[in-house]
T-cell receptor, first 116, second 113 residues
Framework: GAGVSQSPSNKVTEKGKDVELRCDPI?????LYWYRQRLGQGLEFLIY????????KSGLPSDRFSAERTGESVSTLTIQRTQQEDSAVYLC??????????????FGEGSRLTVL | KNQVEQSPQSLIILEGKNCTLQ??????????LRWYKQDTGRGPVSLTI?????NTKSNGRYTATLDADTKQSSLHITASQLSDSASYIC????????????FGSGTQLTVLP
């Protein structure tokens, strides 16, 4: 696709259920990021993938959160035993290089998660 | 802790007017500073990217400035349009850390007819 694609765009789930969010980065982009954005707040870093390097998971808020990436393509963010405080928009972004360089970061439209 | 503070938190202006948004940061040293526009319900879109050695960068009606000595950046919007209504986010990349961009909370701009 032409841009970063995320699915689902909206997800409503019950507390305690597991959810899986998907991100398709732009083809050829080696760097992929997941962020969380709570209502009216800034973006919180969750996890970063760069090529075949070990991912930087330092932003994951708890062990209920995990993410995987297959090579340099699709990534999935999994939240287990969801809690109400997990309600947020989860944004995925990709870049041709790490952002230490001026590689532009392209964002998806986000997955809005609501935990009832 | 590296911080990026933006002001004002929100701003309302009339169509056609100019405005300036501020970004103060403590991230040091840093690699680059970016401004993003985020429409409601959409992902952020890049407006400008400046390295630490650049003082200004323009993108149409948007002009970003950077003063690395005072650790301040501004985004000036000229001849505002209704479509400029959005959140504007300042993002700083620390040197040596390609991974953890530091995001400001954004300035919510509303342009009224």
């Amino acid at each position: 696709g032409a841009g970063v694609s995320q699915s689902p765009s909206n997800k409503v789930t019950e507390k305690g259920k597991d959810v899986e969010l998907r991100c398709d980065p732009i083809s050829g982009h080696t760097a992929l990021y997941w962020y969380r954005q709570r209502l009216g707040q800034g973006l919180e870093f969750l996890i970063y993938f760069q090529g075949n390097s070990a991912p930087d998971k330092s932003g994951l808020p708890s062990d209920r959160f995990s993410a995987e990436r297959t090579g340099e393509s699709v990534s999935t963010l999994t939240i287990q035993r969801t809690q109400q405080e997990d309600s947020a928009v989860y944004l995925c972004a990709s870049s041709t290089t790490g952002t230490r360089n001026t590689g532009e970061l392209f964002f998806g439209e986000g997955s809005r998660l609501t935990v009832l | 802790k590296n911080q990026v503070e933006q002001s004002p938190q929100s701003l309302i202006i009339l169509e056609g007017k100019n405005c300036t948004l501020q970004c103060n940061y403590t991230v040091s040293p840093f690699s680059n500073l970016r401004w993003y526009k985020q429409d409601t319900g959409r992902g952020p879109v890049s407006l400008t990217i400046m390295t630490f050695s650049e003082n200004t960068k323009s993108n149409g009606r948007y002009t970003a400035t950077l003063d690395a000595d005072t650790k301040q950046s501004s985004l000036h919007i000229t001849a505002s349009q209704l479509s400029d209504s959005a959140s504007y986010i300042c993002v700083v990349t620390p040197s040596g850390s390609a991974r953890q961009l530091t995001f400001g909370s954004g300035t919510q701009l509303t342009v009224l007819p």
